[in-house]
């Protein structure tokens, strides 16, 4: 799983079951046709949702990551119904279908998605089905827990499912917080092949006030609001400030860096500041970079800005997070 962390694909974790009823609740059913474009590579995510699809009787068409010209001729001729991925991916391939000069609802028949591994921000929600006639559901897991919570047909936040225990708590007191009240995510996940107790997961949330009109009695958590610590999630995966320093260890020639972390139409984007000395054979030194950057952190480095020595303050956070939470 993303940090690279090792651990039992367990059934109890990564429930198949859990996740059908995700797909259920969020509108999917048997004879829909699904583009699945999360990483099927070296995480867990893509397989488990490929599953989970199938078990309701749902079809699935296993494009993964990329291949963004071929998944928009894969979603028009095969009349794919639904869509699972980033926000990122998803509004790539509506860019595309529009530079073709198609109409999206005469020519396509996705009506339905599921947006995940990124910041989903409400003003998406609400362009995607006024633009393009797409619900969009939205749920809340980790690589390590699985499956903790998922919005229902009312979308009024997301529901923690019953087999976890979600809190929210103050970062630095670790204290429980009121419902309102911003704070960490943490969850406890019992398992009969590992369980795991209390685990920060250093998002930002806080729990829904009120009742939901589906019902349901269980906690809801609202959405996403931002990161704590020195680990940040791009593009569905955990960069350490560690990953980032080992990554600048190998280039003697920088004196001083700074990962900055930003979103540009609902798409995560990496830039690295770096400092670095006259006469340094920048184009060679940036190409060494990206290759590094993306073998330790498991991310594509977007661009790297080479700046002057003294450019970037001593004192800087290693990874800076610019994006708009909302």
């Known amino acids: 799983s993303p940090g690279p962390h090792y651990h039992p694909q367990s059934e109890d974790v990564f429930s198949v079951p859990d996740f059908a009823y995700l797909y259920y609740t969020l509108g999917f059913r048997k004879g829909d046709i699904v583009l699945n474009s999360i990483m099927y590579h070296l995480v867990p995510a893509g397989t488990v949702y490929d599953d ?34 980033t926000p990122s991916f998803l509004m790539t391939l509506l860019q595309k279908i529009k530079g073709k000069g198609y109409d999206f609802r005469k020519d396509f028949a996705l009506r339905k998605a599921i947006l995940a591994h990124e910041l989903v921000l409400p003003e998406l929600k609400q362009t995607l089905a006024r633009d393009y006639g797409i619900s969009v559901g939205e749920f809340y897991g980790t690589a390590d827990g699985g499956l903790l919570c998922c919005e229902c047909e009312y979308r009024n936040g997301m529901h923690a499912l019953t087999r976890s225990i979600v809190e929210i708590v103050d970062p630095e007191t670790k204290k429980k917080l009121k419902p309102g009240e911003i704070g960490e995510i943490v969850y406890t996940a019992l398992s009969k092949t ?3 107790i209390r685990v920060g997961t250093g998002d930002l949330s806080s729990f829904a006030e009120g009742s939901c009109p589906c019902g349901r009695t269980s906690p809801r958590i609202t959405r996403i609001l931002g990161r704590v610590g020195t680990t940040t999630k791009i593009r569905g995966m955990f960069v350490y400030a560690s990953q980032v320093e080992k990554v600048v260890a190998q280039f003697p020639q920088i004196s001083n860096f700074q ?63 610019q994006r708009k939470w909302g």
């Open 52 to 85: 989970a699809l199938k078990y309701l009787g749902v079809v699935v068409i296993p494009t993964g990551v990329g291949n963004s010209e071929l998944q928009v001729e894969i979603m028009r001729e095969t009349k794919a119904t639904g869509f699972i991925g």
């Open 194 to 196: 590992y369980s795991l």
């Open 259 to 321: 990962l900055v972390v930003d979103s540009t139409d609902h798409r995560d984007r990496t830039i690295l500041k770096v400092e670095v000395s006259e006469g340094t054979d920048k184009k060679a030194l940036e190409q060494d970079i990206k290759a590094s950057f993306n073998e330790i952190c498991n991310v594509k480095l977007d661009a790297i800005e080479l700046v002057a020595l003294g450019t970037i303050s001593k004192e800087r956070k290693v990874i800076l997070d």
